[in-house]
């Protein structure tokens, strides 16, 4: 015990920093770039149905509910899925899902109607579920706190930059029609669906669980990287530490879980129906790709600016606040606007918002919530936010068939983000009063 404490005390600022950067290094790249494929294969639906809907004669109210029940398998599989994450551990759960979601992707290529779309769609949600909250997980066991908003956001990103590069990769391979026998978006499903089969393979062969397991650290790093998480864990656990039914009815929890719902209904509202929004100004399909990359560009660099902040600040509450109150100020220019340009500016500035409020607001459940509680709070939280893609997505469809206009449903959006704002506040108040009563009770 006393080499350990050694070692904490002896590294300086500047091995503490290099060790993270070697962390980093050798981990984000294959993190990111999981993510990137996760919601490359999730949303591509949005490009798919620029063709497939003509096809398959599929509605909005129809297209709808084929973006939604995606989450409905997906949240339902979360919570049992993230205990099995805690159960075998990354290298082998992780793996797991890239593989299997990868064949179902596949496997949408060969559908024949809406209805065996609907299932697919529902399977690809089940057998994606917990790979974003065994994510969080997986970095919360490789980075204290002062590091972690960011390694968040760099795995985050995935999903702006999957839109900035799947847009034109998507339009690209809607003009291979008629190639193989097989129409535009059926080639889409099939080419995008291989990386993630390929990626679970290489991540059941290669994924390090833990840092103490680490060969490419040495014994000091490790030494310190484990003791300075433990340290931080049992400083958790001292003043948090629940049961299973305590952390699932805990009502910061169940706050931070609506809060991710309102907020990733702005976001997921605006994702996967701008492709077709776009195309709606008279666009090309290779034009909708270049335009629908501007808004995703201007939100991966608004994510790791804010997340950066965020870590460099220590004020989480302000930075998810503020992310999501100009999130809805773009929603709510974009509604007002009629020219094209201006409509595309305003959902840049909205998803700039989103993405920087889904950046900066993984930095808020670690700060108390460990080891099985933080597994079963995790996916609790992303369980209700993850029905963000089953409400905005169908939402918008009914608003658009009511109103024959997207304006409506952008100002019904922008409501979302200003909820997420202000249950923010509502959390960090909450989280003030019980910090108060610590300090009157004596507990450290």
Aim: positive net charge.
């Amino acid at each position: 015990m006393s080499s350990v404490l050694t070692a904490v005390v002896a590294r300086t600022e500047m091995d503490r920093e290099m060790t993270m950067k070697k962390v980093a290094l050798r981990i984000m790249p294959f993190v990111f770039l999981c993510y990137l494929v996760n919601f490359l294969d999730r949303t591509n639906i949005g490009y798919a149905a620029l063709t497939m809907n003509q096809d398959l004669n599929i509605g909005p109210v129809m297209f709808g509910w084929i973006v939604g029940i995606f989450f409905v398998g997906y949240c339902g599989s979360e919570v049992p899925s993230n205990l099995a994450y805690h159960r075998f551990g990354a290298r082998i759960w992780i793996a797991r899902i890239m593989v299997t979601w990868g064949l179902i992707t596949i496997f949408c290529a060969f559908v024949q109607s809406p209805t065996q779309l609907l299932v697919a769609r529902f399977l690809l949600g089940v057998a994606e579920g917990g790979f974003s909250p065994g994510m969080f997980m997986y970095l919360s066991g490789w980075f204290p706190a002062r590091w972690r908003a960011k390694a968040m956001a760099i795995f985050l990103i995935g999903s702006p930059i999957s839109s900035v590069i799947g847009g034109p990769l998507s339009s690209a391979i809607l003009s291979l029609h008629q190639v193989g026998g097989l129409k535009q978006w059926q080639w889409l499903f099939l080419l995008e669906g291989i990386p993630a089969i390929v990626l679970g393979v290489y991540c059941f062969f290669t994924l390090i669980d833990k840092p103490a397991k680490a060969a490419w650290l040495n014994e000091d790093e490790r030494i310190w990287l484990t003791a300075e998480l433990q340290q931080e864990q049992a400083k958790i656990e001292q003043h948090y530490r629940m049961t299973l039914f305590q952390t699932l009815t805990n009502s910061r929890v169940l706050m931070l879980a609506l809060t991710y719902l309102a907020g990733l209904i702005g976001l997921n509202g605006v994702v996967y129906w701008m492709p077709q929004i776009v195309k709606s100004y008279g666009l090309t399909n290779v034009e909708v790709g270049l335009v629908t990359a501007i808004p995703n560009l201007c939100g991966a660099i608004a994510m790791l600016i804010w997340a950066r902040r965020s870590d460099r600040t220590g004020k989480r509450i302000w930075h998810v606040i503020t992310a999501s109150l100009f999130g809805a100020a773009g929603m709510i220019v974009a509604s007002l606007m009629q020219e094209t340009t201006y409509i595309i500016m305003g959902l840049s500035f909205a998803l700039i918002g989103a993405f920087a409020f889904l950046a900066t607001f993984w930095a808020l459940p670690p700060a108390f919530l460990t080891g099985r509680s933080a597994a079963a709070g995790f996916a609790l939280i992303l369980t209700v936010g993850n029905m963000s893609g089953f409400v905005g997505p169908l939402l918008v469809g009914w608003i658009k068939e009511a109103t024959h206009s997207y304006s409506g449903s952008f100002l019904m959006l922008s409501t979302f983000l200003l909820g997420a704002a202000l249950l923010t506040a509502l959390f960090g108040r909450r989280t003030r009063l019980l910090e108060d009563m610590d300090k009157q009770t004596g507990k450290p």
